[in-house]
């Protein structure tokens, strides 16, 4: 089994390439390595993640509400980095150049610094703002008490 990390040291090595491809590839990886280690953040704090295309407004739309302001800035920039991906893997009428790999790279690592740096203490208060922006303005719950 692997981690989303992994994803992020493959973007870096495609961002090192020299080809159009090469850097599509990177911001493919680079978003797949944000977006899997926003899953994993999610799921660690009890709630359950839907899957397919649900998964990614899910992701972004809790990180942007959980209370904390690297942590909605994480959510926005997942956001932009889902868009860079959609025109890498779909867009090849637009050119992708090294430079906009090197920024997905960056986004992709500012994320999963963002997740994976967050204090311990400071996760109770963000799961309860998670919790109360599924309640208040969702209108759903998609978190579950973990078992201890």
Do not use: C
Request: charged share 25%; no cysteine.
């Amino acid at each position: 089994m692997i981690d989303g990390t992994e994803f992020l040291r493959l973007a870096e090595h495609y961002a090192t390439g020299t080809t159009e491809a090469d850097w599509r590839s990177a911001v493919s990886r680079a978003y797949y390595a944000a977006f899997h280690v926003a899953r994993a953040f999610l799921t660690e704090l009890g709630f359950d993640t839907p899957r397919a295309d649900a998964a990614h407004a899910y992701l972004w739309r809790r990180l942007e509400n959980g209370g904390h302001v690297p942590l909605a800035l994480a959510g926005s920039r997942l956001n932009q980095l889902r868009g860079e991906r959609n025109r890498a893997d779909y867009d090849l009428q637009t050119d992708l150049r090294w430079k906009d790999a090197q920024a997905a790279v960056k986004s992709a690592a500012m994320i999963v610094t963002a997740l994976q740096s967050l204090p311990p203490n400071a996760r109770q208060q963000i799961t309860e703002a998670m919790k109360n922006y599924e309640h208040n303005v969702l209108r759903e719950s998609t978190w579950r008490k973990r078992p201890r």
